[in-house]
T-cell receptor, first 115, second 113 residues
Framework: KAGVTQTPRYLIKTRGQQVTLSCSPI?????VSWYQQTPGQGLQFLFE???????NKGNFPGRFSGRQFSNSRSEMNVSTLELGDSALYLC??????????????FGDGTRLSIL | DQQVKQNSPSLSVQEGRISILNCDYT??????FLWYKKYPAEGPTFLIS?????DKNEDGRFTVFLNKSAKHLSLHIVPSQPGDSAVYFC????????????FGGGTRLMVKP
């Protein structure tokens, strides 16, 4: 069974640019969440999408946005990149929207470096 | 304000012995708890979870204990194996709010042969 797939694995951008990251969830999973991991802040929740709707949002500025498509694939976008956006961005998927005990399964992440 | 805390950044255990990783939380709305294992350059791998209606859940060598009154959970690994060496994260969420996990800072477990 294929796991969560994130592309690209590595990305280098410069300040002020924008970036789009992609996530394909496990087949049949309808909930997709995004997390940011940095050495200083650890793993932090960005947002969750379920049935193409953003259901939850973490405490991040509006430069961070996302969307989900009808096939449950998701993208996140970061505009006007800052040095502090350098991080590992992780995508996780689960079967349901949190109404049962359904764990999230993570991809291997996209390592974003801002120069 | 850290709502989920793992106070031990690292833990070293001899192969074959028990590993006990601890986690404390402050948010009373959390009712679903998970443990993940993470190797370098990989995403977190789900290990085991527990709902607040239980106080113990077992899966093979892994057991999670939940003490709601103390807002404390622990992961027991018995027996510990060198392949268990990794960073372990506990995470919590309020189930009805959907999938938004709050993670602890992680504990690096080293199992020595």
């Amino acid at each position: 069974k294929a796991g969560v797939t994130q592309t690209p694995r590595y990305l280098i951008k410069t300040r002020g640019q924008q970036v789009t990251l992609s996530c394909s969830p496990i087949s049949g999973h309808r909930s997709v969440s995004w997390y940011q991991q940095t050495p200083g802040q650890g793993l932090q929740f960005l947002f969750e999408y379920f049935s193409e709707t953003q259901r939850n949002k973490g405490n991040f500025p509006g430069r961070f946005s996302g969307r989900q498509f009808s096939n449950s694939r998701s993208e996140m976008n970061v505009s006007t990149l800052e040095l502090g956006d350098s991080a590992l961005y992780l995508c996780a998927s689960s079967l349901t929207g949190g109404t049962g005990n359904q764990p999230q399964h993570f991809g291997d992440g996209t390592r974003l470096s801002i120069l | 304000d850290q709502q989920v805390k793992q106070n031990s950044p690292s833990l070293s255990v001899q192969e074959g012995r028990i590993s006990i990783l601890n986690c404390d939380y402050t948010n009373s709305m959390f009712d679903y708890f998970l443990w993940y294992k993470k190797y370098p350059a990989e995403g977190p791998t789900f290990l085991i979870s527990i709902s607040s209606i239980k106080d113990k859940n077992e899966d093979g060598r892994f057991t999670v204990f939940l003490n709601k009154s103390a807002k404390h959970l622990s992961l027991h690994i018995v027996p510990s194996q060198p392949g268990d060496s990794a960073v372990y994260f506990c995470a919590a969420s309020p189930q009805r709010a959907g999938n938004m996990l709050t993670f602890g800072g992680g504990t690096r477990l080293m199992v020595k042969p």
